[in-house]
């Protein structure tokens, strides 16, 4: 069974709601599923990953969640080797705080791709101000996004 990895960065909890949200649908699809709640690179890259999704919010001005930052710090510092990969981004913010709405998530985005990451589709950006609960647009954006990128294995 192939495996998707969920990598969480979360200050409040909501990425990580996402994350068990959406889990029972990767299952669904045929996938083995892990969430990393406290993600490493080792998490990422020692063992197979066929499948990725990154659900991260923003603190502070645009920032990663805490939780995150060593495993950014990690990929930024270790510079792997990516071009295997294939992921998602659902990126939570609040566009009251202008531009640096879902910075986590957008950097995290682009630091995968600087590593040759490839993703699938567009980046999801949640926005608290019109969305309080998250996985209100996150599960019909996974549903569309692994029948639209024809992820189903099952
Ligand atoms: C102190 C603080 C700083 C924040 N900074 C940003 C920001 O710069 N950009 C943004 O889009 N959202 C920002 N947010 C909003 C959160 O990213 C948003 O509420 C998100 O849904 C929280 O998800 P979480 O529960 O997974 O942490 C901030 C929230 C707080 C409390």
Redesign the pocket.
């Known amino acids: 069974m192939p495996m998707l990895k969920i990598f969480v960065g979360?200050?409040?909890?909501?990425?990580?709601d996402v994350a068990e949200q959406v889990k029972p649908l990767f299952e669904e699809a045929g996938y083995q599923v892990e969430i990393h709640d406290q993600p490493t690179l080792e998490d990422l890259t020692d063992s197979p990953t066929d499948l990725a999704l990154f659900c991260v919010?923003?603190?502070?001005?645009?920032?990663y969640?805490g939780n995150f930052v060593p495993f950014a710090r990690a990929i930024d510092e270790r510079s792997p080797s990516l071009v295997d990969l294939r992921y998602g981004v659902i990126a939570?913010?609040?566009?009251s705080?202008g531009e640096?709405?879902?910075?986590g998530g957008r950097s995290v985005d682009e630091l995968l791709a600087g590593q040759g990451a490839q993703r699938l589709g567009e980046r999801l950006e949640?926005d608290?101000m019109e969305t309080p609960m998250?996985d209100d647009e996150a599960i019909p954006w996974v549903e569309q996004w692994i029948d639209v990128e024809r992820l189903k294995v099952a």
């Open positions: 979360t200050v409040y909890g909501g990425a990580l919010s923003t603190t502070g001005t645009g920032d969640p939570l913010g609040d566009s705080y640096t709405f879902c910075g949640v608290a998250a």
